[in-house]
């Protein structure tokens, strides 16, 4: 006997994938509860068919749409630049951590020193943007390691965070990301990842809360399993910063 006819692609309604990717979800809900889907990005197996300069004619585009529509004079000298400045700040800057490419290249060293204490790296700038919003998300990450006889420049524990905060982003999803790519480049689970971050999403708009700010952490191997291991990291992480 034949199925009853229930097609298995129910997407198969003519339009563009990203159309059905916005309209599959209850948007209002999903952004303001700011629900994380997955660890992974969600990218699109096509996502980089198109080149970085043909994406940024097209958001060019589409962006100076968005203008005309809210209205406004896109001759005016201030304006006329805004949509091709946006769409290059988007593939070049603030989204250009979506492609693998650009990850950064962390290049192993031997751990000469025999350092096998804890490394921390504290204070990194992270400067994201949410993706259910598109606006900032402003914080400080603090990262840890305990080598497993490698080590990496100090400044490539930055590259990382950088780089995955140059996407739009969740927050729990950006502490998974850093984390385990920190386990994979360092061949050890013995890594921490704690992030304090604004939302200006909630700040601006929403529940307009300016003072609140959202703390999410990844603890793997001994800071998981050992109470005075992440006892030693949280003590580091609170201690003020070296004035310089
Ligand atoms: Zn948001």
Redesign the pocket.
Known sequence: MKPNGTSLNTRSNGHHPAYDLLHDVTVDEM?DD?VASSIETPLRDDAFDLSDEAKMDLIEGHFRHIMNILGLDLTDDSLKGTPRRVAKMYVKEIFSGLDPAKKPQAALFENKYQYNEMLVEKGITVHSH?E??F?PIIGRAHVAYISSGKVIGLSKLNRIVQYFAKRPQVQERLTVQIANELKTVLETEDVAVVIDAR?L?VSMRGVQDVNSSTVTVHYGGKFKEDEATRQEFLRHVSEPTAAL
């Open positions: 952004g700011h949410c259910h919003h606006v939302h999403c």
